[in-house]
T-cell receptor, first 109, second 115 residues
Framework: EDQVTQSPEALRLQEGESSSLNCSYT??????LFWYRQDPGKGPEFLFT???AGEEKEKERLKATLTKKESFLHITAPKPEDSATYLC??????????FGKGTMLLVSP | DGGITQSPKYLFRKEGQNVTLSCEQN?????MYWYRQDPGQGLRLIYY???????QKGDIAEGYSVSREKKESFPLTVTSAQKNPTAFYLC??????????????FGDGTRLSIL
């Protein structure tokens, strides 16, 4: 059974304080790992897809990396507008997505 | 602009009543999905459809039903058999069904509550 574990459950940062969110996964035959951002009362917004170990993707203050067992979402010098819940999901084989429970990030000014 | 439209944004269900949540997409995506999101839990798959007139049960299909008569539309009915329907419901779509590793794109959800 595919499993995704995100940590920490919640993270509070000061503006400008860089940190990382973790997504550990157990799947057979990873086809893709997806990161999403979700604001309260909204649907998830797609951020990145990573397909193979060693791959990295960047967008503004966010950088996603992938190993064979986990993915990290690095947030550099975060701003209050980066506050959201960040979701990780994996796709194995030709199956549907398995989501983690998310990390709730709060960035204080 | 292309996107996924879910309606209504808020919905209230009386005991014994069936309610239908709408999901329409103009992204020309083949596959569509329904998820349920509860506080502190990950998204759980209810039903999905890879082509018109075909759909499959997800992990928590009991008490729900769907139809896929048009490529653009994938309505979800929450039946009276679903005893705990209060949740945030999300619709998503993507290209080429489950065989693709393209990202799913989401609507802005419907929040369903019991009266």
């Amino acid at each position: 059974e595919d499993q995704v574990t995100q940590s920490p459950e919640a993270l509070r940062l000061q503006e400008g304080e860089s940190s990382s969110l973790n997504c550990s996964y157990t799947v057979s035959g990873l086809r893709g790992l997806f990161w999403y951002r979700q604001d309260p009362g909204k649907g998830p917004e797609f951020l990145f897809t990573l397909y193979s170990a060693g791959e990295e993707k960047e967008k503004e203050r966010l950088k996603a990396t992938l190993t064979k067992k986990e993915s990290f979402l690095h947030i550099t010098a975060p701003k209050p507008e980066d506050s959201a819940t960040y979701l990780c999901a994996v796709q194995a084989g030709y199956s549907t997505l398995t989501f983690g429970k998310g990390t709730m990030l709060l960035v204080s000014p | 602009d292309g996107g996924i439209t879910q309606s209504p944004k808020y919905l209230f269900r009386k005991e014994g009543q069936n309610v239908t949540l709408s999901c329409e997409q103009n992204l020309n995506h083949d596959a569509m999905y329904w998820y349920r999101q509860d506080p502190g839990q990950g998204l759980r798959l209810i039903y999905y459809s890879q082509i018109v007139n075909d759909f499959q049960k997800g992990d928590i299909a009991e008490g729900y039903s769907v139809s896929r008569e048009k490529k653009e539309s994938f309505p979800l009915t929450v039946t009276s058999a679903q005893k705990n329907p209060t949740a945030f419901y999300l619709c998503a779509s993507t290209y080429s069904g489950g065989g693709s590793n393209q990202p799913q794109h989401f609507g802005d959800g419907t929040r369903l509550s019991i009266l």
